[in-house]
C-alpha cells in the first residue's frame, strides 16, 4: 500500500507541477478576476447608458412658493423609503406663469428633459398630468400632494413635520430564515462553479499522456490505478491551490469590514460561521473527488481531443443535474426533494454545504460525510478498473472474465 | 524457476477481438544474458513483451519473471524502453530522468544525481538542463533510454531500441547495452535488424505470424542449418550444375550450397577430375539471416528489408 501511494505521489507530484508551474496556470488562477473585470467594464457602460436616460427624466410641480415648500419637505422624506435605484425621477419645481394648464402641457414638450408628469393647480385644485410610462410618477406625485395637504390642515409650518422620530438600528441576533436560503444556495453555486471549473479539468488530462506515448512508461512502471489516484490527488492540489488563493484574498476582503456591516451580519449560518467555512471545503473535496474520479474514467475512454470535446457535454449537462437538484433542495429544507439530493452521492455535497446554512445540527453531516467517503471509495475503486480498461483498450471483458471464471477458465 | 533463469515465459496466447496475435509463445531468459526478440512487423513481439512485463494479460499461458508470477510486483526492479517512444516534452532532460527513475521507486535526488552521470557518458552532458522539445529526436530517444535504466534494473527489456537511431548512436545503444550486461542485468530487446542480434545476443526468440518459430542460443540456431559452401570454378560450363548438390544455387560466377553430409573430398574431387578446377572456395556457418530465412521464408525477409530501407531513409 506504502509503494502504491509513493507511486501515486509521484504522478500527482508530475502533474501538480506541470499544472501549477506553467505561465498558463496564472491565467486560469486569475480568471475569476478577468471575468469580473469584464463583467464591470460591461456594468458601468450599461449603467451610463442608463443613468443618462435617467438624468434626463423629471417630475415637475408648478406650485407658488408656500406649496412648492410643502411639496418639496414631503418629496425630501417620502424618498428616503425608496431603495437605491428604484426612486422617483427628480422633482422640479416651476413659479406659474400665465395659463397654468398651458404652462403644464407644455412642459411634455421641453426638449432639455424628459418630463413623466405634472402637478399643478395648487393645493385647492390640484391637477396631475402623465404622458405615456409616467403612471408611476403621477402616482408618486399624488402622495406628495396628500402629504402636503395633510400638513396644510395639521397647521404645521412649511418644512416642519407632524411627528418627529429618530430610527434607531439594531444588529440582529440571528440571521434571517430567507437570509440563511441565500446563504445556502451561495455556497452552492460556489461550489458548483469550483467543481465545475476544476473538478471539469479532470476529462482531458489524459489525452497528454495518450498523445506524447508516456502512457506506456506509466502503465509499465505503475499500476494503473496507482495512475489514476495520482492524476486526481494531483488536480485536487491544484484546485486546492486555485481555493486557497481566492480563499484568502476573500478573507482578506471580509477582514476590512466593519463588525456591523450588512455584509457580515448576514453571514451567520446555522451551523456556526466557522464550521460552515469547515464543511463547505470538506464538502468541495468530496464533490471534488466523485466527480473528479468519474470524469477522469470517462476521460480516459477518448483517445483524441475530439472525442474530449464530445464527452464534456454530457459531462457538463450532468453537473447542472446535480446542481439544480442541490438548489431546488436548498430551496426547500427538509422536504423529501432534499432528502433524495443530500443522499444521491453525487448531489449530496453541495445540497449538504447548503443545509448547513439553515439547520445547526451536526450529526447529519457526520453521517453525509462517513457517506460520501464510501462512495468516494466507490468511485476511486470503480473509476480506477474503467481507467485501466480505457487506457489499454485490450483484454478480456468484465462479462468474459465471470464466464471465464464460472468455467474454471484462466483469464 | 531457479536464478539460472530471469524470465521463463510458457504457452503464451493473447487476441485481440477476433484476431490471435501471440499463439502459444515460449520464452527462457538467462539471468545475465542478452535475449532477443526477432521477428518482422507485426509479429506479436511487442504483444509478446508487454505480457512479460505485466502491462496486459494474456488469456492464456504462464509467466515468471524475477521468481515472481505478478511481473507487477516487481517492477521496480525491470526498466523498460517502450516502442512508441514518449517523454514529457516540457520537462528538463535530467528531469525526465529522475522521473522515471521515480516511478520505479529511486529518490528523486539519486536520480537527479545519476541522471547527470548517465548523460554526461552518453555524451548528452551539455544537455542536461534542456528542454524535452529542443531534443533531437535521437536524442530524446536516448533519454528516454537512460530514463530507463536509472534504478539499475535487474531486468531491462527494450522494444526495438535500435528503430530510429543514426549509426553512431546505434554503436552508443550496443555499447550501453553490453556496459548493462556486464553490470550483471539481465537484457532483452526485440528487433527486427538481424545485425544486432547477431552481434549483441547470447540467445534469442524468433517469433512469426504470433508463433514462435525458434527459441534458444545464437549458436544452435545457426546449427539448425548445415555448413554452406562458397564454390568459384575455373570455367563457366553450365554442365557442372549435374555435379553439384540438387539445391545449389548459383550466385554471380559462383555455386552456394549446404556442405553435404557426407563432406566435401568426394565432391571435390570429381570437379578436378572433370576439369572444372577451383578457383575459389569457402566453406562458412550459416548467419543468422540465413537461420531467419529458412524460419521465416524468403517474402517475409524481403519484406522486412524493405521496411528498413524505408526506415534508414526516414
Known sequence: ?411 | MTDQWALVATGLVKDFGSKRAVDGVDIRVPTGSIYGVLGPNGAGKTTTLRMLLGIIDPDSGHRELLGTTRPRTVSERVGYLPEERGLYSNMKTREAIAFMGALRGLPWAEGRKRAEVLLENAGLGHATRDKIKKLSKGMSQFVQLLGSIVHQPEFIVLDEPFSGLDPVNQGRLEKLILEQRDRGATVLFSTHIMAHAERLCDRLAIIAGGKLRYEGSVDEARATLPMQAHYTPRDNDPALAALLPADAVRENGSWRFPVPDSGMEAMLGTLLESGHGIAGLSIERPSLHDVFVALVGEKTVEEMEADLVREIAA
Not at chain 1, 471509495?377 to 487506457?391: E, L, N
Request: charged share 15%; net charge positive.
Open chain 1, 1 to 411: 500500500m506504502t509503494r502504491y501511494l509513493r507511486q501515486a505521489a509521484v504522478i500527482a507530484r508530475r502533474d501538480f507541477l506541470a499544472t501549477v508551474g506553467t505561465p498558463a496556470f496564472i491565467m486560469f488562477l486569475l480568471a475569476p478576476l478577468f471575468m469580473l473585470v469584464f463583467a464591470t467594464v460591461g456594468g458601468s457602460g450599461a449603467r451610463m447608458i442608463a443613468d443618462s436616460g435617467n438624468q434626463a427624466r423629471r417630475l415637475v410641480v408648478i406650485a407658488d412658493a408656500g406649496y412648492a415648500e410643502r411639496i418639496t419637505a414631503a418629496d425630501r422624506r417620502i424618498r428616503g423609503a425608496f431603495p437605491v435605484g428604484v426612486a422617483p425621477p427628480r422633482v422640479d419645481i416651476r413659479a406659474p406663469q400665465g395659463d397654468i394648464a398651458i404652462q403644464a402641457r407644455a412642459v411634455f414638450s421641453e426638449s432639455t428633459v424628459d418630463a413623466s408628469a405634472v402637478l399643478f393647480g395648487g393645493p385647492d385644485a390640484p391637477r396631475i398630468q402623465f404622458a405615456a410610462g409616467g403612471r408611476t410618477g403621477a402616482s408618486y406625485l399624488l402622495i406628495l400632494a396628500e402629504d402636503a395637504a395633510r400638513a396644510a390642515d395639521s397647521g404645521l409650518e412649511p418644512g416642519a413635520t407632524l411627528v418627529s422620530i429618530q430610527p434607531e438600528p439594531i444588529a440582529r441576533v440571528h440571521a434571517t430564515i430567507g437570509g440563511r436560503q441565500s446563504l445556502g444556495f451561495t455556497v452552492l453555486f460556489v461550489l458548483f462553479l469550483l467543481t465545475l471549473l476544476l473538478a471539469g479539468q479532470t476529462v482531458s488530462v489524459l489525452a497528454e499522456e495518450k498523445g506524447n506515448k508516456v502512457i506506456e512508461i506509466l502503465a509499465a512502471a505503475v499500476p494503473l490505478e496507482a495512475v489514476f489516484l495520482g492524476k486526481l490527488i494531483g488536480l485536487f492540489g491544484v484546485a486546492l491551490t486555485f481555493i486557497a488563493f481566492w480563499g484568502t484574498i476573500a478573507m482578506l476582503g471580509f477582514s476590512q469590514l466593519p463588525a456591523d456591516a450588512g455584509a457580515v451580519s448576514a453571514l451567520r449560518p446555522a451551523i456556526g460561521l466557522g464550521t460552515f467555512l469547515g464543511l463547505a471545503v470538506i464538502y468541495f473535496a468530496m464533490g471534488y473527488l466523485l466527480l473528479g474520479a468519474v470524469f477522469l474514467a470517462v476521460g480516459a475512454q477518448a483517445n483524441s481531443m475530439r472525442e474530449i470535446q464530445m464527452l464534456s457535454l454530457p459531462i457538463t449537462f450532468f453537473q447542472m443535474g446535480m446542481f439544480g437538484l442541490a438548489s431546488a433542495a436548498a430551496a426547500r429544507p427538509g422536504s423529501t426533494l432534499a432528502m433524495v439530493a443530500e443522499l444521491f452521492p453525487f448531489s449530496s455535497p453541495f445540497a449538504m454545504a447548503a443545509r448547513g446554512a439553515s439547520d445547526p445540527a451536526l450529526w447529519p453531516h457526520i453521517a453525509a460525510i462517513a457517506w460520501q467517503l464510501l462512495w468516494v471509495a466507490i468511485v476511486i475503486a470503480v473509476g480506477a478498473r474503467w481507467f485501466r480498461k480505457g487506457v489499454l483498450k485490450s483484454g478480456p471483458s468484465f462479462f468474459r472474465r465471470i464466464g471465464a471464471a464460472l468455467h474454471g477458465k484462466p483469464v
